[in-house]
C-alpha cells in the first residue's frame, strides 16, 4: 500500500529553537496534506490543512506564524515549529491523500514525530 | 483545531468477547466517516469506513453503524482478540478535511 514517511521519527529541541518536520509521500503525489497534533491521551487534534503550491489553511486557534507549514512538491510537505517552548512537546502526524481521493482508505497516515522541547 | 471530546474512556472486554466502541460526530453535513486503530506511539491505521447514504458495514470481524439522526457511529468488533488492544478512533469527513472524534482506549483481558 501507499506509504507515507515522516522525518524525523523523534526530535529533542531547546526552548527557543526551530524544527522542521518533513512528511513525505513515497509512492503516490500527495494534493493535500493535514497536519495534525496529538496530546497523550488526546485525540488528534487538525492543525492545518495544506495543498500544493498554495498557502495553508489553518484551523481557528492554530498560529501559523509559529507552526509554518509548506507544499512546495506534490511528494512534500513541512511543519516548522519556530521558537519552541516546553508547551510544544507533542506528538505530530501527518496524513496525506491523493488528487481526487475522497475514501478513507486512501487517506495515508505518516508514523508521526515526537518532539520534546526542553 | 476542531475535534469532538479531548478525554480517551476505555473499555475493558475479555478475550473472546465482542466489544462495541462508540463515537458522536459533530457534523451532520459530513458524509463520509471512518474508523481508525491507533496503537502506542505510531500513526492511525485504517480499520473501515462508511458513506452517509449506508447504515451499516461490515468487514473481516468488524461491523461500522452509522445513525445518522442521533449522530452516532459505532465499531462492533467480534470475538475480540489481545492484538485489537489500542486506541480507536471515528473521524468525520467533511469540508474537505477529516476530524477526528472521541477515542476509546480498548484493553482486551486474556
Known amino acids: 500500500g501507499a506509504v507515507v514517511s515522516q522525518h524525523p521519527s523523534w526530535v529533542i529541541c531547546k526552548s527557543g529553537t526551530s524544527v522542521k518536520i518533513e512528511c513525505r509521500s513515497l509512492d503516490f503525489q500527495a494534493t493535500t496534506m493535514f497536519w495534525y497534533r496529538q496530546f497523550p491521551k488526546q485525540s488528534l487534534m487538525l492543525m492545518a490543512t495544506s495543498n500544493e503550491g498554495s498557502k495553508a489553511t489553518y484551523e481557528q486557534g492554530v498560529e501559523k506564524d509559529k507552526f509554518l507549514i509548506n507544499h512546495a512538491s506534490l511528494t512534500l510537505s513541512t511543519l516548522t515549529v519556530t521558537s519552541a517552548h516546553p508547551e510544544d512537546s507533542s506528538f505530530y502526524i501527518c496524513?496525506?491523500?491523493?488528487?481526487?481521493?475522497?475514501?478513507?482508505?486512501?487517506?495515508?497516515f505518516g508514523e508521526g514525530s515526537w518532539l520534546t522541547v526542553v | 483545531g476542531e475535534s469532538v471530546g479531548l478525554h480517551l474512556p476505555t473499555l475493558s472486554v475479555q478475550e473472546g468477547d465482542n466489544s462495541i466502541i462508540n463515537c458522536a460526530y459533530s457534523n451532520s453535513a459530513s458524509d463520509y466517516f471512518i474508523w481508525y486503530k491507533q496503537e502506542s506511539g505510531k500513526g492511525p491505521q485504517f480499520i473501515i469506513d462508511?458513506?452517509?447514504?449506508?447504515d451499516k458495514r461490515q468487514g473481516q470481524r468488524v461491523t461500522v453503524l452509522l445513525n445518522k439522526t442521533v449522530k452516532h457511529l459505532s465499531l462492533q468488533i467480534a470475538a475480540t482478540q489481545p492484538g485489537d488492544s489500542a486506541v480507536y478512533f471515528c473521524?468525520?469527513?467533511?469540508?474537505?478535511?477529516?476530524?477526528f472524534g472521541q477515542g476509546t482506549e480498548l484493553s482486551v483481558k486474556p
Open positions: 473521524a468525520e469527513n467533511g469540508r474537505g478535511k477529516l476530524i
Open positions: 496524513s496525506a491523500r491523493s488528487k481526487g481521493q475522497v475514501a478513507g482508505n486512501t487517506i495515508y
Open positions: 462508511i458513506r452517509s447514504n449506508m
